[in-house]
């Protein structure tokens, strides 16, 4: 073992020297503690700050075991940004600056699920191509003649592209295309007909993506086709025993959206289309009277967790559910010719998922409250009444996925998990029991947790600002008018160079309104333009203020004086009727736990740990983070929000920090 960790050691040196960068002892510490647990077998979770290079960290020592072990390793990352980075950059560099120190050079490739790719049988012989009426199009748009040019141009371009793309991955076409053009040219995996029955099986992008990933000795994914591939029958990653899982505080809630599954009019729509094609008439009508009466049913019922059953719902569960399936066992899937067999598929796969979704549903109800493995909610997105029936849904999502992950992800291989922030109130243990592991004696999920720090000094590169003297938060969602001279003071002394972080999108767009009134520098808000678009502008204009609310929580790295302030409107706790985490409030309850404090609590604290990591990029940036929510030193679950966040220099003292931020607008002046 102490060879391995010399060897990755040197590595690590080399790569480093070659790329122009600086030693970190983080990273040195990390990218040993990595190669270590390949070595013994023993999970790893890293929490690993900004500016520590953790990519490096992971990349070298599973480069190094699976060049001299001959054994792949899979990283899987959140976002496409992130795998995008790996591939393009990082995996590329790093393999050229190895050269001479491996027996030869890594191969990696980039493996996406099977809908990210073009179907050329879909394409040329399937039963939408050229199609006037989409699956997923809604009925009030298929007449639409905007809709359907527009759709019919993005077909026409996808078809085109087709002869000239490489990978016939839908991230390399730009501009790119709405989700509902797309699905006119892919299919899921459940909806191939198989490559052994393709036409095009020897040209399939699909295949010849799985088939560099098999020969591969990194193969980047994303964490839901982790799932898929964790959850499914069939393997659809190569064979594995080793595996790093970047950006894992993002796991859970993606594994969770893998085994999350509803019933809407709009996706009962799509199956009775499909049916209809390639099922007997009354066969199709039984099915269509089943969803209309369904569809019905959850128009009316009230939005929210459902945790008895009435007999009418399950009725209508029950009639739908039986009709899918008779539909379903009425399709011949013989038949060989592609045109008929794509169609076919089609209808399989959207059939099977009602009468399968419908049946999980029902069966979610028959063990007590205290021993459901599921959770079911009516939901309904904020839509005019006139088309809301195609948008109220009934969903269902495991309460947890801690046992599914502990015995078909954990159960198979060694992992690493890392991210900048995994410590909920300074411990990892929240997020280990999320993911089902465990310490306790005879377990088999062994893991130890690590924090390698951060090359920031957060102490004296940044300031942790409550506004104490502000009153609580009201239940509206927007902002006081305490709350709103706060944040024109403060925005003021920055001026701008504010990323405004809100707990809603409403909160969000109500502040910029107002601020766009009172301040002389320009206010953004997410909303106003694409997201990538509205950042770039917000990098670019040191004056410019950008606000926004989730995914700017997480998703924005801008160094540099762009960005001097994050001001944060509340604490993210999230909505008290949000049915799936207060069910898992009251399961831990009912344990003797504490509900809030583990699900309410946690899911704010990993927020604002997010959140405040948008402040320092880079070595020399400096700034404030203000929170604007006094219960952050008032409240007794304050100093575990605080454990969870970079030891920022803390105060209440507006003044100080008002003539901070004064400060950083001259930068020959010492901040």
Not at 297 to 304: E, K, S, T, V
Not at 338 to 367: G, H
Not at 615 to 643: E, K, N, P
Request: proline letters at 5%; glycine letters at 8%; a negative charge.
């Amino acid at each position: 073992m102490a060879d391995r960790a010399a060897e990755v050691t040197e590595l690590l040196a080399t790569a480093v020297t070659a790329l122009g960068g600086a030693e970190r002892s983080g990273q040195i510490v990390m990218a040993q503690a990595v190669a270590d647990a390949f070595e013994r077998g023993e999970h790893l979770a890293v929490q690993a700050g900004t500016g520590t290079g953790k990519s490096l960290a992971y990349l070298v020592p599973a480069i190094a075991h699976s060049v001299s072990d001959d054994r792949p390793v899979v990283v899987s990352t959140a976002t496409i940004a992130l795998q995008r980075q790996l591939v393009d950059r990082d995996l590329p560099r790093l393999a050229d600056s190895l050269v001479g120190k491996l027996p030869r050079r890594p191969e990696f490739a980039l493996l996406k699920g099977r809908g990210n790719y073009l179907c050329l049988n879909k394409i040329h012989n399937g039963s939408q191509s050229g199609a006037t009426e989409p699956d997923d199009m809604p009925q009030d748009e298929l007449f639409s003649p905007v809709a359907a040019s527009a759709l019919g141009r993005d077909v026409k371009r996808l078809i085109e592209w087709s002869s000239d793309t490489e990978t016939g991955d839908r991230d390399e076409l730009t501009p790119g295309v709405p989700d509902r053009s797309w699905s006119q040219v892919s299919v899921s995996s459940r909806e191939c007909i198989g490559v052994s029955r393709c036409p095009f099986g020897t040209d399939c992008f699909s295949e010849r993506a799985r088939d560099r990933a098999g020969h591969a000795d990194v193969v980047v994914t994303n964490h839901a086709l982790l799932a898929i591939d964790a959850i499914g029958e069939a393997n659809v990653l190569p064979e594995h025993d080793l595996l790093i899982i970047d950006e894992a505080h993002e796991l859970v809630d993606r594994v969770t959206g893998v085994a999350t599954a509803e019933l809407s009019a709009a996706s009962l729509g799509i199956a009775l289309r499909r049916a209809a094609r390639v099922v007997e008439p009354d066969v199709a009508q039984r099915l269509e009277g089943a969803a209309a009466t369904f569809s019905s049913a959850i128009f009316d019922a009230r939005a929210g967790r459902i945790d008895v059953l009435d007999e009418e719902m399950a009725s209508y569960l029950t009639v739908l559910r039986d009709a899918a399936a008779s539909a379903r066992t009425g399709i011949d899937t013989a038949p060989n010719d592609p045109k008929t067999a794509a169609a076919r598929a089609e209808a399989v796969t959207s059939l099977s998922d009602v009468s399968d979704t419908a049946s999980r549903i029902l069966d979610s109800f028959v063990p007590a409250i205290p021993d459901r493995g599921d959770v079911v909610w009516v939901e309904h997105t904020e839509t005019s009444r006139s088309v809301a029936q195609s948008r109220a849904m009934l969903r269902v999502a495991p309460l947890s996925v801690a046992n599914l992950l502990r015995a078909s992800l954990f159960g198979r291989s060694t992992a690493v998990l890392t991210s900048a922030t995994l410590t909920i109130g300074g411990s990892f243990d929240a997020m280990a029991s999320a993911w089902g592991l465990d310490r306790r004696e005879g377990s088999d999920q062994t893991w130890r947790g690590l924090d390698v720090g951060s090359p920031f000094d957060h102490a004296k590169s940044g300031i942790l600002y409550v506004a104490a003297h502000l009153p609580p938060p009201g239940r509206d969602g927007t902002g006081s008018a305490e709350q709103l001279d706060e944040i024109a003071s403060l925005i003021a002394a920055a001026d701008g160079r504010t990323l405004g972080l809100f707990s809603s999108m409403r909160a969000a767009k109500a502040a910029a309104e107002i601020m766009r009134e009172r301040l002389d520098t320009p206010v953004l808000c997410q909303g106003d333009d694409n997201t990538s678009t509205l950042v770039a502008r917000f990098a670019e204009d040191e004056q410019t203020s950008l606000f926004g609310t989730l995914s700017l929580w997480q998703g924005v790295d801008v160094p540099g004086p762009s960005l001097s302030l994050v001001l944060i409107d509340r604490i993210p706790f999230p909505r008290p009727d949000d049915p799936l985490l207060t069910a898992r409030q009251r399961a831990v309850a009912a344990r003797g736990g504490n509900g809030f404090m583990a699900v309410a609590a946690g899911h704010a604290a990993l927020l604002l740990a997010q959140g405040t990591g948008r402040l320092l990029r880079r070595i020399d940036d400096r700034g404030v983070v203000a929170v604007l929510d006094s219960r952050m030193v008032t409240a007794r679950y304050s100093g575990f929000l605080r454990a969870s966040l970079p030891p920022f220099w803390a105060t209440t003292d507006g003044a100080s920090v008002r003539a901070a931020l004064q400060r950083l607008r001259a930068p020959d002046q010492p901040s």
